[in-house]
């Protein structure tokens, strides 16, 4: 039986590689999505890779992985990370692991930024990796 890792990426983050690439680089999320599918296939899992910019489908795609029997769940809320008790709520509310990603480090960002609710919920909290920090969790997800 095949290892799902699902790989869900928040508001926002579809516009990676155009929005303010000096903060979040020039790779697309599109990129990201192919380096990730590659490595996937090299620790011998599948991906189910998802953005949306609704809080409610996030939440809903969180308990589908639950009850899908997913291995892991890596994440990158965006800013809902900052904001969304609904998403902590989501994230504890599942036994399945929850790795959150971040592309910046928000504690070395603006102040509204260094309360991180997900993360506080989170099985691991990777940050400030730019893009390697989701082939990192993918290992950590493998790992599990």
């Known amino acids: 039986m095949a290892r799902t890792i699902f790989v869900l990426n928040g508001p926002n983050l579809n516009l990676l590689g155009t929005r303010e ?6 790779e697309s999320l599109d990129d990201i999505a192919a380096t990730l599918t590659d490595h996937a296939a090299s620790l011998g899992v599948t991906l189910d890779i998802r953005q949306s910019n609704h809080e409610g489908h ?3 795609w969180l308990h ?3 009850s899908s029997g997913a291995n892991a769940v890596i994440i990158n809320p965006g800013g809902y990370s900052h904001t969304s008790v609904a998403l902590y709520d ?9 790795i959150l990603v ?7 960002r603006e102040s509204f930024r260094q309360i991180d609710l997900v993360a506080l919920a989170a099985t691991h909290v990777i940050t400030g ?8 969790a993918l290992d950590a997800a493998a790992r599990l």
């Open 129 to 136: 990796q730019g893009t390697r920090g989701y082939v990192r």
């Open 21 to 26: 690439p000096e903060i979040y680089g020039r």
């Open 64 to 66: 589908e992985a639950q």
């Open 102 to 108: 971040h592309l910046t480090d928000p504690a070395t």
């Open 90 to 98: 989501a994230v504890k509310a599942i036994t399945t692991p929850v």
């Open 58 to 60: 996030l939440i809903d």
